[in-house]
């Protein structure tokens, strides 16, 4: 693993581990303590969930090749790369 892709997942964690937390407390304070959770809430909720979705995406592709010039993969990670693209597509 070379320092751009280590570089791609600290960026992905960090911003999940700092939005999750965050978006927990937002909820829990219109919740609990305001008692008006509105579409506001529900859109933040929608929201943290495509991100999750998103880092798992880009983690998954950092393992198979993201963030590596393209000589410096070998042979099989890029096959392995391509069938996971391969199957994703349909």
């Given amino acids: 693993m070379n320092s751009?892709?280590?570089s791609i997942l600290f960026v992905v964690y960090f911003f999940t581990a700092l939005a999750v937390p965050l978006t927990a407390l937002r909820c829990y304070t219109r919740f609990?303590?305001?008692g008006s959770f509105g579409i506001d809430d529900c859109l933040a909720?929608?929201?943290i969930l495509f991100h999750v979705?998103?880092?798992a995406v880009i983690v998954r592709g950092v393992y198979h090749g993201i963030g590596v010039?393209?000589?410096d993969i070998d042979l099989?990670?890029?096959v392995?790369?391509?069938m996971v693209q391969s199957r994703n597509a349909i």
């Fill in 45 to 47: 909720i929608f929201s």
């Fill in 69 to 71: 010039h393209i000589r």
């Fill in 4 to 6: 751009s892709q280590i």
């Fill in 32 to 34: 609990r303590i305001l």
């Fill in 53 to 55: 979705a998103a880092m």
């Fill in 80 to 82: 392995d790369g391509v």
């Fill in 76 to 78: 099989s990670t890029m």
